[in-house]
């Protein structure tokens, strides 16, 4: 644990604790304890972590460990290192991506109309004034002139606005769970050190939880069903006033099932996903759904998606989910820095 928490490459650690004389004589210590549970108490249990609790990295609430903010940032920083060391191993990353991106924001200054500007752009407001100035309208119609037009300059932003909705359902324990808890943990991390994006997480089942991205590490076990238009409602109702480059990072391994808290099946509940996928397009947020299982149902819903180019599909698995997420985020802020130059 301490050369963990010292920031020490994790497989060194690993290496040496396997070969470690020490190492054997307390995992064979650890195995005794097992036939002996009422020989540990709360206060032993305390004592051993005293270091890390006066470090600030841990603290004991109720009887509960619980890793603090500092604790999570160490582990963070710890994860994410050791991700982007594997991430150039080539048979790390996604497979079947269908892509959307919004780069630009709209100002609200306009100038007059240069070769090459696009029409959607157009500000008709200041171009009918520029006709009406120029000339009074004869009658009911107002004549336009190549000078009269205005158009609206286009701001590209290099602040990301992410959001990690993470699937806390039954389905999700084990493996699953713990690579999205790293993820989320990695992701926040790379924003950490670039002061302009921002990221939220969120955990859903039958219901949706925002929390911040330390406490990820102090989650329950995952339980119950999968409502997952209202996880993308909350994300989009979250950040509706806020300015960036937003995308949305939905992992989940079952299909939806799931609305307001009730049961309804998946042709229900997949209709209400492709209607907010709708709306994400509306709002500029590109939607990511990382999938960790391929049944029929998950594939139908990311047919749907995709055939009406609304959101990108990865299917991975747990293994490699952090690095689909990292390597994905790394790229799209490589994207937005070249569109800004």
């Not at 158009?151 to 389905?171: L, P, R």
């Not at 089942?205 to 996880?231: L, M, R």
């Not at 759904?289 to 998606?305: F, N, V, Y």
């Amino acid at each position: 644990m301490d050369r963990f928490f010292q920031d020490k490459d994790a497989d060194d650690i690993i290496d040496n604790m396997v070969a470690d004389a020490l190492w054997k004589e307390l995992a064979q210590k650890v195995r005794q304890l097992e036939y002996q549970p009422s020989d540990l108490t709360p206060e032993d249990v305390e004592s051993s972590l005293q270091e890390y609790i006066e470090r600030g990295e841990l603290q004991i609430e109720d009887g509960k460990i619980k890793i603090t903010p500092k604790g999570a940032r160490k582990l963070a920083n710890q994860i994410l290192r050791r991700i982007l060391k594997n991430l150039g191993d080539p048979k790390l990353g996604p497979h079947g991506v269908e892509q959307t991106g919004y780069g630009a924001w709209i100002s609200l200054a306009s100038r007059k109309y240069e070769i090459g500007d696009e029409y959607a752009r157009i500000d008709f407001e200041k171009t009918l004034l520029n006709a009406l100035e120029r000339k009074p309208r004869a009658g009911n119609k107002i004549r336009l002139e190549l000078e009269d037009f205005q158009f609206c300059e286009e701001i590209h932003q290099t602040k990301m606005v992410a959001g990690i909705i993470i699937d806390k359902s039954g389905s999700m324990r084990g493996d699953k769970f713990s690579a999205a808890i790293d993820t989320s943990l990695a992701l926040s991390e790379l924003i950490r050190r670039e002061p302009e994006d921002l990221l939220k997480v969120y955990l859903f089942s039958h219901h949706v939880a925002e929390i911040p991205y330390y406490d990820i590490v102090n989650a329950s076990s995952p339980q119950g069903f999968t409502d997952i238009t209202a996880a993308l409602h909350a994300f989009r109702r979250g950040i509706s006033n806020v300015q960036g480059d937003k995308q949305a990072y939905l992992i989940t391994d079952s299909e939806p099932n799931t609305e307001n808290g009730r049961f309804v099946g998946f042709d229900k509940a997949a209709a209400s996903v492709v209607q907010e996928a709708l709306y994400y397009r509306k709002a500029g947020i590109t939607l990511n759904l990382i999938m960790l299982d391929e049944s029929a149902k998950l594939k139908q819903l990311a047919s749907l998606l995709v055939r009406q180019s609304i959101g990108r599909v990865f299917f991975t698995c747990p293994l490699k989910l952090e690095g689909v997420v990292i390597e994905d985020y790394l790229n799209y802020k490589k994207k937005m820095a070249r569109s800004v130059r």
